[in-house]
């Protein structure tokens, strides 16, 4: 399976000292009385929920898209769905009955929209990144390898509005899955009429959400979403118009904010420090992790376990967090994140927790032994005294780019290591990731749904997102058994999932650095602001307290 979803990394803006005293605080423009104006990390990629691979589509997407369920909190809701649906008494089947409502157009919304949206992202020729997130739907795997036709894949419409899907195996978490984008019903009649421009700009796209996207062409660094009133819930949203602004530099996102011209922004370092305990400052942590790929095909040298757990413990990750990125960001020793998933038979255990002995064996900054297992490892695959010259890979925010310049100073102390940064745009830094255009990329992941399997599933074998190459086949039997074998069985896949992470700790497959916490400076009349589960913000429960 996928899960969503890639983030910018380093997405935190990192504002200087000087910046503060230049902004003055003072409010100098009037917010418009039903707008919420939101700072954005990057401009959308897509808006073809098939095709898009990162958070600031996937928020795109859920503004103005509605696919089964939507969060609400933390609780799941009805969305197209008029129910949460149970499954059949074998795990294997689940029949949602639709509400009628409409798409932007005035098409109706039908149960033959999510047949034809899903069999689309499993299609090979769609090439989606995300096609084995539906990987236990029946004959999903199979599709998408080219092995079965697309319409065998276990989605059918009963009629109209009842919506039938047949599982593999049972999937624990199926419900909390729909409310990813990546399962949002799609209008064939547009995506036929646009073909390969579906979802590069406004005049490509009908909605059903909340929202609709309004004048965007797809390299924009500002857009606009108004309120749908064909959406089924349209009473329940109370903001008219949603206004999103790319700010990259610093100084400009805090003019921003301090003149009244943005309502949301994200801050970290010293402004971060600076501005804590004042009004509209709030922190929230998210179930996202950063860490270290390397690229053992380009690479053969990082094949070896010693020279990755070297990598691992050269990185004083408190000092990152507490100096470098200021947001609220703690050392992650997993991948998985912290404060997110707990044991089925006690509550209070969480899946970090259980698994911290192997976590933080290679997670403690140690240079004197990392320089040690770094001698073994050279010396294991021959090249002892070799110097070594690696790329490391990452975004180009301010952030990302001080973050940077911090892991090459603490890699390069491992002898004959150098490291030279390429800081690319977002995008770039994807496509590259895909390619294999790296030596080392720092990347992150954010959970769709709260369970550790969202993070395990990135980095078996055949993963598309296990761009590193790491392998390890016991590692892949227990996920694959978490997935099938015990996916009834709560208290057996927990234990799937906490080998499958002690194998992945010990090895360091990929290097964690830290769980992604958000600093955010939010004007006060914005209230309802709150991220879910799935990592976006539901927008239906946003309001506006104007005095």
């Known amino acids: 399976m996928k899960f969503n979803k890639l983030l910018a990394v380093g997405a935190t803006i990192l504002f200087s000292a000087g910046a503060l005293a230049g902004c003055g605080g003072s409010s100098s423009a009037k917010a418009p009385a039903d707008t919420v104006r939101v700072m954005s990390k990057d401009v959308i990629a897509t808006m073809d929920t098939s095709t898009n691979t990162d958070t600031i589509g996937s928020q795109a997407a859920s503004n103005t898209m509605e696919g089964l369920y939507r969060y609400e909190g933390k609780d799941i809701k009805p969305g197209i769905a008029t129910k949460v649906v149970k499954p059949s008494a074998d795990g294997l089947t689940y029949t949602f009955p639709l509400r009628k409502t409409s798409w932007s157009n005035g098409d109706p919304v039908t149960a033959n929209d999510f047949v034809y949206a899903w069999r689309r992202t499993v299609d090979p020729k769609t090439k989606s990144q995300y096609a084995y997130i539906y990987e236990g ?86 857009w606009t979403e108004v309120k749908n009133d064909k959406y089924w819930n349209a009473k329940n949203v109370k903001v008219k118009k949603l206004q999103y602004q790319v700010v990259k530099d610093p100084s400009t996102a805090l003019n921003l904010y301090q003149s009244n011209k943005l309502d949301d922004i994200v801050i970290s370092g010293d402004t971060a420090k600076q501005m804590r305990g004042s009004k509209g400052f709030n922190s929230r942590q998210m179930n996202s992790t950063f860490y270290i790929e390397m690229n053992q095909k380009k690479q053969p040298v990082f094949k070896n376990e010693k020279i990755r757990q070297a990598i691992a413990l050269s990185i004083d990750r408190p000092q990152l967090t507490k100096q470098i990125l200021g947001d609220g960001s703690t050392p992650a020793n997993s991948v998985t994140p912290k404060d997110m998933s707990f044991d089925p ?93 790296f030596d080392m990329v720092v990347t992150a992941w954010n959970a769709d749904f709260p369970d550790p399997i969202n993070f395990l599933t990135l980095l078996t074998s055949n ?77 239906v429960s946003l309001r506006i307290h104007n005095k």
Request: without cysteine; glycine residues 8%; charged residues 25%.
């Open 137 to 222: 739907i029946a004959n999903a795997k199979e599709i998408s390898e080219g092995k079965k036709p697309v319409d065998s894949l276990g989605v059918k419409a009963i009629d109209k509005h009842t919506l039938q899907v047949t599982l593999d195996q049972p999937i624990p978490y199926f419900n909390e899955l729909l409310t990813s984008s990546f399962y949002f019903p799609q209008n064939q009649k547009t995506v036929d009429k646009w073909g390969k421009k579906y979802g590069t700009n406004s005049k490509t796209l009908v909605f059903n959400g909340p929202y609709k996207l309004i004048n965007w062409n797809g390299p924009d660094n500002t």
């Open 463 to 539: 993963a598309s997102y296990n761009r590193g190459g790491w392998s390890n086949s016991q590692f892949d039997s227990l996920v694959d058994k978490s997935m099938g074998a015990d996916a009834n069985n709560p208290q057996a896949r927990w234990q799937d999932m906490k080998d499958a992470q002690n194998i992945l700790n010990d090895q360091q497959g990929v290097v964690p650095l830290y769980q992604l916490g958000e600093a955010h400076m939010t004007q006060t009349r914005v209230k309802n602001l709150e991220i879910s589960p799935n990592g976006s913000y539901n927008m």
């Open 345 to 437: 038979s006690n509550k209070s255990k969480d899946f970090v927790d259980e698994t911290s002995a192997s976590g933080n064996k290679y997670t403690k900054y140690d240079p004197k032994k990392a320089k040690k297992l770094w001698k073994q490892g050279l010396a294991e695959t021959g090249n002892n005294g070799k110097k070594f010259n690696f790329v490391l890979l990452s975004d180009d925010t301010d952030a990302a780019k001080k973050q940077s310049e911090f892991l090459q100073n603490q890699l390069e102390k491992l002898p004959g290591m150098k490291v030279t940064l390429s800081n690319v745009p977002f995008k770039t830094r994807l496509s590259r990731s895909t390619s294999g255009d």
